[in-house]
Structure formats: structure tokens, C-alpha cells
């Protein structure tokens, strides 16, 4: 069974490195809005477990088409002869700077790559063009054309009419745009181009469509599990007699904010990698999510559910919470004074800062004191008896898992907050989840509720596909 490569050709600055990481889904892939960044031909498998199902191979963009062209036709006079006489080309003037990037370009289409021709659909479409398309058809190899609409689509029609004359197959394709389903139907139609790859390509499909819900499954699997560590996470620290409370107080609220935040910040972490997302970090300013506090609780009415919304489901976890979870010590007794000086250092700055934890501490969650057998107390904060948090939680996660879907590996800028984020979540979804979540917190068969939280999530992960 032969591994389909494709190589990537077109002009400089027409959206093919963005055609090759969208389809490799490699965001490694060097993108550049200067024109002639790529200058030399680069191959990106597609893999999946380490099984490789198809290779894209970036190339320079065309310089001298016409000037090629006549040297084709100088050199051969028939049709039969034209591959010959491009592999010939390729051969005789590899290494000299005129030919340079063209060399580079058809190299791997002369080794047997297929090719996939890249225009810009929102550039008018030109005779110019003709001498490019020409050379691809004289390399006798199978073909398609993309339109790639980089600011719009205004010139898509003359695109299909003139590109219809060399290729059979045209498709519009947005390489920052291509949901999944898109992306799987090209695939699909590459495997007509060629009955060699027919059989590579359906099974290449076959196993990206599994390897799409096994990422649902584990992006589920891991929000259920950060919210679930959420609800039942408590900080603690055993103070002496007479030691003012305030300072500590405003010094756990803050530890369990910023232990909240960073196991929020990992679990988004595990997700972007499930989607083979690798270098957003580095290839973005900042990370929209990130730089929206999640304990700024004057938007909470954005991040979760609204006064309405809470108001409704309120009563399904009433029954629940009106039991209270209790605090979990540890009973030790020794080291009363344990990371008490670390603590209360900088937490004049906890009470003034803006971080919020002092100012929302006892909407979050409480504190509890407590004597203990050796002498002084043990103050706790958590675990958080707030009835929105977790679908703060929640709606977070879902709203990056649902930006990630609908992303491609193409696109590097910034992850927005632009939508509501629970509006797929009905009332009795709400209902559901504040219950399931009041278990969780009171510790009631943790396991299985949080087994029917992810099942829930997974729902919703699967809907973002749609």
C-alpha cells in the first residue's frame, strides 16, 4: 500500500505553509506573512501514534514560471515527452540561483509526489498564472486546486473558471477556517486523485476520525477531573494562640486562588496537547483565556450561569448542600508553626493587591477554626460551597475545548472570548450538574459522579464537531 506525499505549490505568500499545517496539523509549521519565507522544500508527516498516513511537503513559490516554461518547450516537442523533460530540468539546473526555488518546488513532484495547487482567492486571477499551472500539468502527476481565501473571497468565481482549464478538481479550502469534517473530505477526495492512495487515505480517514473522539473522551475525562479536584480542594495551616487572624486568612485565601487557577491552567494544557497543539504559547502574545482571572467574580455572571440560571437550579442542590461537607484535618501534631512565616510574608499585599482573594474569600468559600489537642488552632479555607463556581469551571473549559475544535494549525492568532459560554447546556443539563456537583463536594460516590460528569462534557466536546 502506497503512503500518498503531496507537495504543496504555488506562488510566494498564497497560503501554502497554512495549507500544509492545517492539513499536517503541525503548528511547527513556519507561517510568515512576508512573502518567500519558505525557501527550501520541507516534508510534514501526518501521524498518528507514530503511524504516518500521508506526508505534505512545503515548497518556495513559483519566481520564474514563464522563463521555465520556454526552456520546457524549447526542449521537447511532444506531450509524451514532457515529464521526461521536467525531470531533465530539475536535473540539469539543481544548485543554480536562477532556478532556484522552482528546482526546489518540483523536486518532490518529479519523485512522485501528487500536487496541490495553492491560489489566493481574494487576489484577481491572471493570465500570469497560466505559465505556473502549465509546468504542474507537463509533470504528469495527479493534481487538485485550492482556493484559498486569505482576506476574502471576492474572486473565487474567476478562480473556478480558470483553474478548471488545467485541473479536474478545484476546491475552496480555507486553511485557517477548515472545520474537521472539511478537512476529512478532502482527504477523501485526494484518494480519488490517484487509485494507488485510495486505499491509504480511506484508512488515514478512518483513523483520524478515531483518534477525534478518543480526543473528545480524554478532553472530558480531564475537565471532569479539574472540576471535580475544584469542588472538594480545601488549604489548612495551624496558627498559635493569639496570632492575628487576618493576615493568614487573606494568605490562604490567596494560596487556594492561585492553586485553582494553575490546576485550571494545566488541565487547558493537557487539552492542547490531545489536539497536538504544541506551540500556542510561543506563537501567541497571550492566551485570552488566561488573561481573564478566573476569581474576578464581577464577571462570573459571564463565565457561568446568570442570576436567572443559578436561581433555577439552585433548589437541585439545596437538599445536598444543606448537609455541609465538614473539614478534613490531618489531626497532626507537631509543627504548629509549619509554613507559618512563609505564609503571612506578603500578606499585607494579599489584603490591598488586586488580586481579589481577600476582597471575594467568603463568596468563594469560608473558613473554619478549629482547637486542636497540642495547643492553638488550625485554620481551613474551602472547600468552595459557591453554587457557581463550577460552572465557572465549566464553561471555561468548554469554551477552550470548543475554540480548539473549530482552530486549525494554520491559525496563530488568539484564542477570543467572544460567545456565551454555557449556552448549549439546557435547563435541565443545569439541573443536573448542580446535583452532580453538590455530590461531589460532599464526597458522595465521588468516582461515579464524576464518571457522569465527563459523559455529560463529552457530549457537549462531541457537539463542538457539528
Not at 544548485?95 to 487576489?123: H, K, M, N, T
Request: proline letters at 3%; aromatic letters at 8%.
Amino acid at each position: 500500500m502506497s503512503l500518498p506525499v503531496f507537495a504543496v505549490v504555488g506562488r510566494p505568500n498564497k497560503g501554502k505553509s497554512s495549507i500544509v499545517a492545517t492539513l499536517a496539523r503541525d503548528d511547527s509549521v513556519y507561517i510568515d506573512a512576508r512573502a518567500g519565507s519558505t525557501r527550501q522544500a520541507r516534508a510534514f508527516p501526518m501521524q498518528v501514534d507514530g503511524q504516518t498516513l500521508y506526508t505534505l511537503v512545503d515548497t518556495p513559490g513559483f519566481q520564474r514560471a514563464r522563463e521555465v516554461l520556454d526552456v520546457l518547450q524549447a526542449s521537447c516537442s511532444d506531450a509524451s515527452g514532457r515529464p521526461q523533460a521536467v525531470r531533465d530540468f530539475v536535473a540539469r539546473h539543481s544548485g543554480q540561483e536562477r532556478f532556484r526555488d522552482e528546482c526546489e518546488l518540483l523536486r518532490p513532484i518529479v519523485e512522485g509526489a501528487g500536487i496541490i495547487y495553492v491560489v489566493d482567492g481574494s487576489c484577481p486571477f491572471g493570465a500570469d498564472y497560466e505559465a505556473e499551472m502549465e509546468i504542474l500539468r507537463w509533470c504528469g502527476r495527479p493534481s487538485l486546486a485550492l482556493i484559498n481565501p486569505i482576506d476574502n473571497d471576492e474572486f473565487t468565481e474567476q478562480w473556478q473558471a480558470g483553474l478548471g482549464q488545467y485541473f479536474r478538481t478545484v476546491r475552496l479550502f480555507n486553511a485557517h477556517r477548515a472545520e474537521f469534517a472539511k478537512q476529512l473530505e478532502l482527504l477523501a477526495l485526494f484518494g480519488h486523485l490517484d487509485p494507488d492512495w485510495q486505499q491509504s487515505l480511506q484508512q488515514a480517514v478512518e483513523v483520524l476520525r478515531a483518534e477525534r473522539e478518543q480526543q473528545h473522551r480524554d478532553s472530558s475525562s480531564m475537565i471532569a477531573g479539574m472540576i471535580a479536584a475544584a469542588l472538594t480542594f480545601q488549604v489548612s495551616q495551624k496558627i498559635p494562640e493569639g496570632t492575628p487572624g487576618d493576615p493568614i486568612k487573606s494568605a490562604l485565601a490567596l494560596r487556594y486562588r492561585e492553586t485553582q487557577v494553575r490546576r485550571e491552567r494545566q488541565c487547558r494544557r493537557q487539552v492542547e496537547e490531545v489536539f497536538h497543539y504544541h506551540n500556542l504559547q510561543r506563537s501567541e502574545d497571550v492566551l485570552a483565556l488566561e488573561d481573564a482571572d478566573l476569581f474576578q467574580m464581577d464577571d462570573w455572571y459571564l463565565w457561568g450561569l446568570s442570576r436567572t440560571s443559578l436561581a433555577a437550579v439552585a433548589g437541585s442542590a439545596g437538599a445536598i448542600l444543606g448537609g455541609g461537607t465538614g473539614m478534613v484535618l490531618d489531626g497532626a501534631t507537631g509543627g504548629l508553626l509549619g509554613g507559618l512565616g512563609t505564609l503571612v510574608s506578603g500578606a499585607a499585599g494579599a489584603i490591598t493587591g488586586g488580586v481579589g482573594a481577600w476582597r471575594y474569600a467568603d463568596e468563594i468559600a469560608q473558613f473554619r477554626l478549629k482547637g486542636i489537642p497540642t495547643g492553638g488552632k488550625q485554620l481551613s479555607y474551602g472547600p468552595s460551597r459557591n453554587l457557581n463556581f463550577p460552572f465557572v469551571l465549566l464553561g471555561r473549559a468548554l469554551l477552550h475545548h470548543r475554540l480548539l475544535c473549530q482552530r486549525t494549525h494554520a491559525d496563530r492568532s488568539n484564542l477570543a472570548l467572544d460567545a456565551d459560554l454555557l449556552e448549549q447546556v439546557d435547563d435541565s443539563q443545569r439541573r443536573k450538574l448542580a446535583r452532580l456537583f453538590a455530590q461531589i463536594r460532599a464526597g458522595k460516590r465521588e468516582d461515579e459522579r464524576r464518571a457522569e460528569l465527563a459523559a455529560l462534557v463529552l457530549q457537549w466536546c462531541r457537539a463542538h464537531d457539528a
